[in-house]
């Protein structure tokens, strides 16, 4: 499979705890989001990184959360002392071609409950 | 801010109906509008996507959108469904420069009865 692979799919952690998400994209894709779904709404943007580096981040990414990429390849979000409000689906996306939009490849997403 | 509205939230219609689903975005700028399509258990695809020139657009699977600049609208319509095409239907908007970061609508269930 040469889509966008998230681990894991699904996450249950205790409210406190620390939590990361693993992305790995379409491998010649440059580009790399990282969305939050909650119930009955559509995604919404938390941050964008072009190869490594992490060029634009939501104001809805508090201070608990980083993300990286550190060699331009696979990404991680990271979630610290994680609270009931963060629960959500987590989607990765890529796309190619820092110059143009062809849409995103999507991942299935990884569906975290802060219990 | 930019928004994009998506009217209808839920949708049942039988087989073989024509379906409609209603789409607008708030910006004053220049965009590139997508509709996306999440079937049940899966992941999120790009059904169609416009950028510029011929405002009709088709894309997979029969569905085709228009876009009306001067009503800043972006309708996902197909002639006729079929009970494959039960699913969640996003439209998104992304600004045409920088980030090419989405703003999603809240989406719309279609049931489509056999």
Known sequence: DTGVSQNPRHKITKRGQNVTFRCD?????????????TLGQGPEFLTYFQNEAQLEKSRLLSDR??????KGSFSTLEIQRTEQGDSAM?????SPNPGT??????????RLTVV | AQSVSQHNHHVILSEAASLELGC?????????????????????QLLLKYFSGDPLVKGIKGFEAEFIKSKFSFNLRKPSVQWSDTAEYFCAVS??????KYIFGTGTRLKVLA
């Open chain 2, 95 to 100: 600004t045409t420069s920088g980030t090419y």
């Open chain 1, 90 to 94: 987590y989607l990765c996306a890529s």
């Open chain 1, 25 to 37: 994209p379409i491998s010649e894709h440059n580009r790399l989001y990282w969305y939050r779904q």
């Open chain 1, 101 to 110: 939009d062809y849409g995103y490849t999507f991942g299935s997403g990884t």
């Open chain 1, 65 to 70: 959360f980083s993300a990286e990429r550190p």
């Open chain 2, 24 to 44: 607008n975005y708030s910006y004053g700028g220049t965009v590139n509008l997508f509709w996306y399509v999440q079937y049940p258990g899966q992941h999120l």
